[in-house]
């Protein structure tokens, strides 16, 4: 029996749907994914991280009793239903029309160490792994065949707890596979279906778990069985924690190990596409068995593995790649170099920058650069950098030339849009307005009589129905910080004076910024307070005041991030600060959704050109909030500076060009952010009419509406990657494109 029969017999027959909306995440991208689950038992809900299964297992059978008779309940679940069933028989989607080569038996197989789907399926860490999981939902709506791979990990991502000095300790949760909304994968006999690794002379079961993303599956692999040496067993133990051979180790499951179940599964995908040079040991592997089976050599085999596989890279500096020492290739790869015909310094040079360097490391990037048709960067500005950065290994060519283009990142706008924005899209936009969304006539037309005069449909949404509903978001996320604030001085036992204060924390009515990434010293999270003095006189200004919402993790092990947060809680406590400064522990999918819902200005302050995209930014556009961010990564394209007749859609943080001294950067570019924030944006946002109603500010909101979310959402990222990656008759249209761009 498999889970979801289980489940069903566990509920009341006029609810047993539920169990199919459970094991799959289409429903968390529904209209109704606010309460569909939550009304059943909200405490519950909130206890078991919104995970659906969990929550079914858990609640009494007499409460799901009371709900099966509810009938309001009853018809949400049947409409909703109805629709998923739709969804998943519809066959004439855009995908089969653009790419009818492309089936479920020959799919894309998109390789990742992460993917964020949802907090309840805590395998991620930030950007690369939403990025990864909204890639797989667009490929469903669209209907482009394809399956995720990736790696199932026990105790996920690091947790974060902050003692009384402000200082990030460390922790985990386990998982409980059993329980949540996966399928361990049987073959017909009943039994898990395994694929044995070979990882430092041991040999590694691994079996595979699978996730339901709409029409695509994404599977899981997991080393804790009862069969591994207990050191392997933690192989899937936790993501980015180990130690360099844990992570090289990791990567080779991915990457073989990947590859061999799909083989196992007789899944042969059309296309690999390689996520981040982290998995790119599946590129090694496909050469592999092609060798095997069609007695090819390996150049052969090479060069029909490269016309079938699309690399994206998202690092924007050369020490953020996976490298490897040969001692540490040796001892992982001595056995598997012979089976590719190739001697060890042929199989080193598959990795190296420069070939013929003894200390050459193995570069997972240049490798599969080297077995791929085509590259990319994820964003127009990434693309450029990646260029710069990889022109050695293209000696004969110029910069502009070398084949590595861009197609920038976007988010799945139906995850990220809160439902209350969405519903008034549906209202003035057509309630089908959420699939066609990366057609940009769908959210702007031109009106003919006058080319100077361009009526925008988002602009039909009287200014007070729109300031309403962000009025809204934004108490609901004040409300959330209050709550986790207040749950974590308890839980550091803090002062009673401190307790109290949380009510004072915040105001809905006051300018409120948003700060919510990995906390890494490029990335700036301090900057707002490069000089204290300064940001406290705009703080706290008497008629115009500001607040900011941070939140985010420094990766285990990274000291330097960790004493970027500690400051931030420091001003958390300053007396002319503490009203006004607020810091959310434990960072997770939940809490970047209330704040891109919530914030007024959502805030990026990396140096340039670090900024590989920075999606978080395009889901705040998504709900109105405008961006304020130096100009790197994809806020290069989207930023528009405005004119007579528009206005802008966002602002720009110190000019583009910087100086080669941090420090003296760094301090530009805060005092390029404090002249904003005085000049520019507090005025704008304390304009108002005698309703209280900003109305410039509005014209800016639904500014960086109409011409962000057209243009930077998932559905037109994938689209982008089928016409100029997957195609074969556009094998060559990313190399051209990135020669047009330079």
């Not at 749950?487 to 036992?493: F, V």
Request: hydrophobic fraction near 40%.
């Amino acid at each position: 029996m498999n889970p979801i029969t289980q489940l069903k017999a566990k509920l009341p027959s006029p609810l047993r749907r539920l169990a199919d909306l459970a094991y799959n995440y289409w429903w968390s991208w529904t209209p109704d994914r606010m309460s569909l689950f939550s009304t059943i038992e909200p405490t519950i809900w909130q206890n078991c991280y919104h995970n659906p299964v969990a929550l079914i297992e858990a609640v009494s059978y007499e409460r799901l009793s009371q709900i099966a008779e509810d009938p309001h309940y009853l018809k949400r679940l049947q409409v909703l239903a109805n629709q998923f069933d739709t969804y998943m028989r519809d066959q004439k989607t855009w995908g089969s029309q653009a790419v009818p080569d492309l089936s479920p038996e020959e799919p894309v197989a998109y390789f990742c160490l992460e993917y964020g789907l949802h907090e309840s399926l805590y395998v991620y860490c930030g950007g690369l792994g939403v990025l990864a999981g909204d890639y797989l939902k667009s490929a469903s709506d669209l209907g482009v065949p394809m399956v995720g791979v990736g790696l199932l990990y026990k105790q996920g991502y690091v947790c974060q707890r902050l003692n009384r000095s402000g200082w990030q300790e460390d922790f985990y949760r386990s998982n409980d596979f059993d329980h949540m909304p996966l399928e361990l994968v049987r073959d017909e006999y009943g039994q898990p279906v395994t694929v044995k690794v070979t990882v430092r002379q041991r040999t590694v079961r691994v079996q595979a778990w699978k996730a339901r993303v709409g029409r695509v599956d994404l599977y899981l692999l997991d080393a804790d069985r009862s069969d591994n040496d207990p050191i392997d067993r933690k192989l899937t133990g936790q993501l980015y924690s180990g130690n360099r051979e844990t992570r090289l180790a990791q990567q080779i499951l991915l990457g073989i190990g990947g590859v061999q179940l799909l083989h196992t599964l007789e899944i042969e995908p059309a296309i690999y596409h390689i996520n981040e040079g982290s998995s790119a040991f599946a590129l090694l592997e496909v050469v592999r068995q092609e060798m095997e089976y069609s007695g090819s050599t390996f150049e052969e085999a090479r060069n029909w593995v490269r016309d079938r596989s699309v690399f994206t890279t998202h690092t924007p500096v050369s020490d953020g790649n996976d490298a490897f020492s040969a001692d540490m290739m040796d001892s992982f790869f001595g056995h598997y170099w012979p089976q590719l015909e190739l001697a060890r310094e042929e199989f080193l040079h598959l990795g190296a920058r420069r070939i013929g360097d003894p200390w050459e490391p193995f570069s997972l990037t240049v490798l599969a650069l080297r077995l791929t048709r085509q590259a990319n960067g994820v964003s127009r500005r990434h693309g450029e950098v990646s260029r710069q950065m990889w022109q050695i290994l293209y000696p004969d060519q110029a910069q502009d030339s070398v084949p590595i283009g861009y197609v920038t990142n976007g988010a799945h706008l139906r995850s990220w849009t809160a439902p209350l924005l969405a519903d008034l899209y549906g209202q003035y936009l057509g309630h089908d307005w959420a699939h066609y969304f990366a057609n940009a006539d769908r959210w702007s037309k031109v009106d003919l009589q006058s080319a100077s005069t361009i009526w925008h449909k988002v602009d039909s949404i009287p200014d007070r129905e729109l300031w309403h509903r962000h009025c809204i978001l934004k108490e609901r996320l004040i409300a959330y910080t209050r709550a986790r604030v207040l749950a974590s001085r308890l839980e550091r036992k803090e002062a009673k004076d401190d307790i109290l204060a949380i009510e004072r924390l915040l105001d809905p009515n006051v300018l409120t910024l948003g700060f919510a990434r990995r906390f890494s010293p490029y990335k700036r999270g301090a900057l707002l307070f490069k000089d204290l003095q300064q940001a406290i006189r705009i703080f706290s200004h008497a008629r115009r005041p500001i607040q900011i919402i941070f939140a985010g993790k420094a990766r285990s092990g990274d000291d330097e991030g960790k004493r970027i947060i500690q400051r931030l809680m420091e001003w958390c406590r300053h007396p002319a600060l503490r009203d006004r400064v607020a810091f959310i522990e434990d960072y997770d999918m939940f809490t970047a959704k209330l704040m891109v819902h919530g914030v007024d200005v959502w805030l990026n302050t990396p140096r340039r050109p670090t900024e590989a995209c920075g999606t978080s930014g395009q889901k705040a556009a998504f709900n109105g909030v405008i961006n304020c961010s130096v100009l790197d990564g994809w806020w290069c394209e989207a930023y528009q500076a405005g004119s007579i007749n528009q206005p802008a859609n966002g602002w720009v943080i110190g000019e583009a060009v910087d100086t080669s001294d941090q420090e003296l950067q760094d301090q530009i570019d805060a005092d390029a952010l404090y002249t904003l924030l005085e000049r520019d944006i507090t005025p704008l946002f304390y304009d108002r009419d005698r309703n209280g109603i900003p109305h410039k500010w509005i014209a800016m909101m639904k500014a960086s509406i109409r011409t962000n979310a057209p243009n930077f959402n998932s559905d037109r990222m994938v689209s982008d990657y089928v016409t100029q990656a997957y195609r074969q008759e556009s094998a060559h249209e990313m190399n051209v494109k990135a020669g047009q761009v330079a």
